[in-house]
């Protein structure tokens, strides 16, 4: 896993739209995974950016999101899929026949589920993963004990995510108890993963994530076996590392070819 610490927030969600841009730049006809939550909100913006002054093309780009809660009603402010129309695909080229949402809606969801499946296979699969972090550890909505071999799926939030997430809902009551997440296995699936992880709320998951056990208990620390994932952090969600002087050095050194 390479790891990469930017002193700010910004400079992280910069960093993480620079590794988007050039996925997109270098295969026009990406496949991209795409997250949700205040963590990728900056990035989607810089993206939005780079359409417009530098001609970031995304017409021939295909997405698939990693998530979607289960009931809400079509258009509800808080589902993802408005989340995504808001800050990105108003803003960049995209179209709207290549944008996949699990849908929370579906009368069979296991169906659905399998469905979404065959879509990102049907696609080519995914060539780079945006990834979130839940404070619990979660990646996509797979929470802790989530088999680290799910597919696209029903789960049930953790009370801890549900609190986490009143803040966009308002209160703990109205954040749906159920979700459809694509699962870790799909997310293992993906030919390159970036994780994105901001602020001091998210060092402790971070720190488990990149150098604890690999363990169901926290679902990102799979991504250790995934032969191609960049981490991308600021310094408060650094704090935690034990290697982090390390993995300044790596980076103040990386060769000239292999940075974006
Ligand atoms: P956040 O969510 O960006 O809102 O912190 C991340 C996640 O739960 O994956």
């Given at each position: 896993m390479e790891i990469i610490i930017k002193a700010t927030a910004v400079e992280a969600q910069h960093e993480a739209a620079r590794i988007i841009a050039a996925q997109v730049r270098g295969k026009a006809a990406s496949v991209l995974g795409l997250a949700t939550g205040s963590t990728p909100i900056g990035v989607y913006s810089h993206l939005a950016e780079l359409h417009q002054?530098?001609?970031?093309?995304?017409?021939q780009v295909t997405t698939f999101n990693l998530d979607e809660y289960v009931g809400l009603p079509e258009g509800h402010p808080q589902s993802y899929r408005e989340f995504m129309r808001q800050h990105l695909f108003s803003r960049v080229n995209i179209p709207a026949h290549r944008i996949h949402f699990p849908d929370g809606l579906a009368a069979d969801i296991p169906a659905h589920c399998a469905g979404y499946e065959t879509a990102i296979r049907q696609a080519g699969g995914i060539d780079l993963q945006l990834l979130g972090i839940g404070s619990d550890g979660h990646i996509g909505f797979n929470e802790p004990s989530s088999s680290l071999a799910s597919r696209t799926r029903i789960k049930t939030l953790t009370p801890r995510t549900v609190k986490d997430n009143a803040r966009f809902f308002g209160s703990?009551?109205?954040?749906?108890r159920h979700v459809i997440t694509m699962g870790v296995g799909t997310i293992m699936d993906a030919r390159a993963c970036l994780l994105l992880a901001i602020g001091e709320s998210k060092a402790e998951a971070v720190a488990g994530m990149a150098e604890g056990p690999i363990t169901a208990d926290l679902?990102?620390?799979?991504?250790?076996?995934?032969p191609v994932c960049k981490l991308v952090v600021d310094e408060a969600a650094a704090t935690r590392l034990r290697r982090a002087d390390y993995y300044r050095w790596v980076y103040d050194n990386k060769p000239s070819w292999q940075r974006t």
């Open positions: 002054k530098e001609h970031l093309d995304f017409a703990v009551e109205q954040v749906p679902p990102a620390s799979a991504l250790q076996m995934h």
